[in-house]
């Protein structure tokens, strides 16, 4: 890798690791409930939480489109800023309003994910796309990871309270930022600049043209939207994607707060937590089995319904013994075996809508199959922990996940009994 280019790498993987470095999240539910915010475990998540999500829902699309149109690198910037405002506002502020701001701008951090991880191609040579993928990749999961055995470690043997980890997270998140600083703004983009900033962009649109560019980049999306979606394939893999990964954003978002109920009812404190070291097991062990995929066996084209069905059948029967339980041990056991089988089959799903799809559109997908999935659970929070909806418990909250997966399982499963009984001969339309 040249020169130029192994610095643009080094920089994203230290982005990519210091904004992943958030000790506070594994207690996050710990800090706003305790003495420091002292807001109610009713309040956090029938209100404070379901702001985040609905905050990211909204400005997902925006991203998505200011990210190829402004040429990636000031959305980049604007998103490690929100993530320095988000944890300044939870780290010093101490009203209410201020929780919820945070929750806005946290939702501005989650958007930009998507500048950070399509940036590295517009700035590199396609030669080095799976290597930088792979390394970005890492440093995310080993971000995540440490960052949680330095939490547990902290809180289980320093005496640390869970408001000094909120100091280090914003430590982190503004190197995270120095570092979006220094990266190269992208000459062109997928889309709506396309070619190089040379003589002729800066000579400008032909005459009566000055619309161009916007109306040529929209053409474009929609092209490749109708490629990827008209794929009967990549449908199926996408639809369950955005499903699961919903679950997955419910469980990682609220798992905190069913952990933080449980030990009110055995009357216990947060040191009897090990939130931290669920949350780097589970990190560690997806990202181990999303490495191993790359030496699986292919034909999924003829496993894939059964594979899902299976998936989620087993995440509905997790989630529904961490309804029940009154064991904080059986509850995290259940919440590493979900991350860990999540990444193994997600990590089958990219891989197979990416093998389907046209050259540089796979940022387009991942955008609106988010999208979708915040869309669900959007739909999941107003009306299952919303005062305007049903307000349910937490553990009744976990119920109606584990039911939502095992509708969707059993969903996939039929598809694979009637495609292995009636239709052995039918094949998928893919994109080439």
């Known amino acids: 890798m040249p020169g130029e280019q192994a610095r643009i790498a080094l920089l994203l993987c230290l982005v990519g690791f210091l904004k992943e470095?958030?000790?506070?999240?594994p207690f996050g539910v710990a800090y706003m409930t305790g003495p420091v915010l002292n807001i109610s475990t009713t309040q956090v998540d029938e209100v404070v939480l379901p702001m985040r999500t609905y905050s990211y829902m909204s400005l997902l699309v925006v991203s998505l489109l200011l990210t190829d149109f402004l040429r990636y690198k000031?959305?980049?910037?604007?998103?490690?800023?929100?993530?320095?405002?988000?944890?300044?506002?939870?780290?010093?502020?101490?009203?209410?309003?201020?929780?919820?701001?945070?929750?806005?701008?946290?939702?501005?951090?989650?958007?930009?994910?998507?500048?950070?991880?399509?940036?590295?191609?517009t700035r590199l040579d396609k030669a080095h796309y799976q290597k930088i993928t792979s390394l970005t990749r890492t440093a995310l999961l080993l971000g995540r990871a440490l960052s949680g055995f330095l939490a547990?470690?902290?809180?289980?043997?320093?005496g640390a309270r869970p408001y000094h980890l909120f100091y280090i997270t914003l430590a982190c998140e503004v190197?995270?930022?120095?570092?979006?600083?220094?990266?190269?703004?992208?000459?062109?983009?997928?889309?709506?600049?396309?070619r190089s900033s040379g003589a002729a962009t800066k000579a400008g649109p032909p005459p009566g043209r000055t619309s161009g560019p916007c109306s040529e980049g929209l053409r474009l999306l929609w092209a490749d939207f109708q490629a990827a979606f008209t794929s009967s394939y990549v449908l199926k893999w996408s639809m369950w994607w955005a499903f699961t990964m919903c679950g997955f954003f419910q469980l990682t978002t609220y798992c905190k707060v069913l952990w933080k109920v449980m030990t009110q009812e055995t009357n216990e404190t947060y040191t009897s937590l090990y939130n931290g070291v669920a949350e780097a097991l589970g990190t560690t062990a997806g990202a181990v089995v999303?490495?191993?995929?790359?030496?699986?066996?292919?034909?999924?084209?003829?496993?894939?319904?059964?594979?899902?069905g299976v998936c989620s059948l087993l995440h509905g029967f997790l989630l529904y013994v961490s309804s029940i339980t009154s064991s904080l041990t059986s509850s995290y056991i259940c919440y590493v075996a979900f991350v860990v089988s999540y990444h193994l089959v997600i990590t089958i799903a990219t891989s197979e809508v990416a093998r389907n799809i046209t050259d540089d559109s796979y940022g387009l997908v991942f955008g609106v199959n988010t999208f979708l999935a915040l869309v669900i659970q959007s739909v999941i929070a107003m009306a299952v922990q919303s005062p305007a909806g049903l307000a349910l418990p937490v553990r009744a909250q976990f119920a109606v996940y584990a039911g939502y997966h095992t509708v969707l399982g059993l969903v996939y499963t039929i598809i694979a009994f009637f495609t292995a009984l009636f239709m052995k001969d039918y094949k998928y339309t893919v994109t080439c």
Not at 21 to 25: A, C, D, G, H, L
Not at 175 to 194: I, K, V
Not at 290 to 308: E, I, V
Request: proline share 3%; glycine share 10%.
């Open 21 to 25: 470095f958030r000790p506070s999240k």
């Open 74 to 121: 000031p959305v980049l910037v604007v998103g490690a800023l929100a993530g320095v405002s988000t944890y300044s506002l939870l780290t010093f502020g101490r009203k209410f309003e201020l929780v919820i701001l945070a929750q806005c701008t946290h939702g501005i951090f989650m958007a930009s994910e998507v500048a950070y991880s399509t940036y590295m191609y």
């Open 152 to 158: 547990q470690a902290l809180i289980s043997t320093t």
């Open 175 to 194: 190197g995270a930022a120095a570092c979006a600083c220094l990266l190269p703004r992208a000459a062109r983009s997928l889309y709506f600049n396309r």
């Open 290 to 308: 999303s490495l191993s995929c790359g030496w699986l066996g292919g034909g999924w084209y003829q496993r894939a319904d059964l594979l899902l």
